[in-house]
Antibody
Framework: EVKLVESGGGLVQPGRSLKLSCAASGFSFNDYWMGWVRQAPGKGLEWIGEINQDSSTINYTPSLKDKFTISRDNAQNTLYLQMSKLGSEDTAIYYC?????WGQGVMVTVSS | DIQMTQSPASLSASLGETVTIECRASEDIYSNLAWYQQKPGNSPQLLIYDANSLADGVPSRFSGSGSGTQYSLKINSLQSEDVASYFCQQYNNYPWTFGGGTKLELK
């Protein structure tokens, strides 16, 4: 069974950084592109970006490229999202995703 | 970026009714379109990919169609468990982009 479990969310002050993790299981992690999508409270979905199997290609939505960094550790079957210079507009549920599967999401709240 | 315009934003329908949701892309996306269902408190679930292919385990009352810039999701014989929000997503050009969503409720 494919499982994606996000962690690392919580309350963070404006201007600070936060790193999310996504633990994958139930499939061959290093065979798949992996990505992140977020959803602000009561709003629609925003694609953040995705990373290929060997980390040689990473695509981002342009407005987030300077703030967010996607990486992966194939030995640990884990995907990461490093977020910096966080603002209130980054308050959202962050989902880890593989084609056809999404994690349950992790909440990030940016507030003083 | 490709803009995805989804309509209607909300929809109220009766059990057993047929429902259609539309998605228009700002340029040709060559059927590289997915539809997702999101129930309250849950993560999105893939329904349709490549515009008209049913994802594993999805009931056959769901179907997708379209080409070029115009796509639609049809739900035949609406069931109570279909109450959810629905989103389209294009994956033809980076960045992938989503429609604004359609909230489907029971009348």
């Amino acid at each position: 069974e494919v499982k994606l479990v996000e962690s690392g969310g919580g309350l963070v002050q404006p201007g600070r950084s936060l790193k999310l993790s996504c633990a994958a299981s139930g499939f061959s992690f290093n065979d798949y592109w992996m990505g992140w999508v977020r959803q602000a409270p009561g709003k629609g979905l925003e694609w953040i970006g995705e990373i290929n199997q060997d980390s040689s290609t990473i695509n981002y939505t342009p407005s987030l490229k300077d703030k967010f960094t996607i990486s992966r550790d194939n030995a640990q079957n884990t995907l990461y999202l490093q977020m910096s210079k966080l603002g209130s507009e980054d308050t959202a549920i962050y989902y880890c995703a593989r084609w056809g599967y999404w994690g349950q999401g992790v909440m990030v709240t940016v507030s003083s | 970026d490709i803009q995805m315009t989804q309509s209607p934003a909300s929809l109220s329908a009766s059990l057993g009714e047929t429902v259609t949701i539309e998605c228009r892309a700002s340029e040709d996306i060559y059927s590289n379109l997915a539809w997702y269902q999101q129930k309250p408190g849950n993560s999105p679930q893939l329904l349709i990919y490549d515009a008209n292919s049913l994802a594993d385990g999805v009931p056959s009352r769901f179907s997708g169609s379209g080409s070029g810039t115009q796509y639609s999701l049809k739900i035949n014989s609406l069931q109570s468990e279909d109450v959810a929000s629905y989103f389209c997503q294009q994956y033809n050009n980076y960045p992938w982009t989503f429609g604004g969503g359609t909230k489907l409720e029971l009348k």
